[in-house]
């Protein structure tokens, strides 16, 4: 665990949302991805990581697309992802990048609950996600009823 460890806290000092273009995305990839084979070594650094999607890649509406629809496929993909597990994730590079990022900020937000799901500490980390997901889908897109769309 303590080499995942420290891949996962490699990973969270280069997040950097000033230059989302150099390697962004494949970060959030890789963490999703530790989010569910590696919980345990996830939640070591999950409070920065959620709080770094929460304030930089979720707050707002992507542009270019229709967000609230997208939200809705990505959600109830997460939702029953084990339904088809060969079925892999579009990699349409047609898609604005932030709406990549979106979508993969939400799937690390999912994926740490299907980790948790057998575990005792499953209400705690999927209570704030699931609360957070209907925001989105009930603010067209946003996590704040109050921000508007850009």
């Not at 963490?31 to 569910?36: M, N």
């Not at 997901?133 to 996590?143: C, D, P, R, S, Y």
Request: proline share 5%; with cysteine; charged share 25%.
């Amino acid at each position: 665990m303590v080499g995942l460890l420290l891949v996962i806290q490699g990973l969270t000092k280069k997040l950097d949302i000033a230059d989302p273009d150099r390697h962004l995305e494949g970060h959030l990839r890789a963490l999703a991805e530790f989010a569910q084979s590696a919980p345990d070594a996830f939640e070591e650094r999950s409070e920065m990581i959620i709080g770094f999607l929460l304030k930089y890649i979720l707050p707002s509406s992507p542009s270019g697309v229709s967000w609230p629809s997208v939200a809705s496929l990505v959600i109830f993909s997460c939702l029953w992802q084990d339904i088809d597990e060969e079925e892999e994730w579009d990699e349409n590079e047609e898609v604005p990048l932030d709406s990549r990022l979106k979508n993969l900020a939400l799937k690390i937000c999912v994926n740490r609950c299907m980790a948790h799901t057998k575990r005792e500490s499953s209400l705690d980390v999927t209570r704030p996600v699931i609360k957070m997901l209907f925001a989105i889908l009930t603010n067209m897109g946003t996590v704040k009823q109050d921000q508007p769309d850009q």
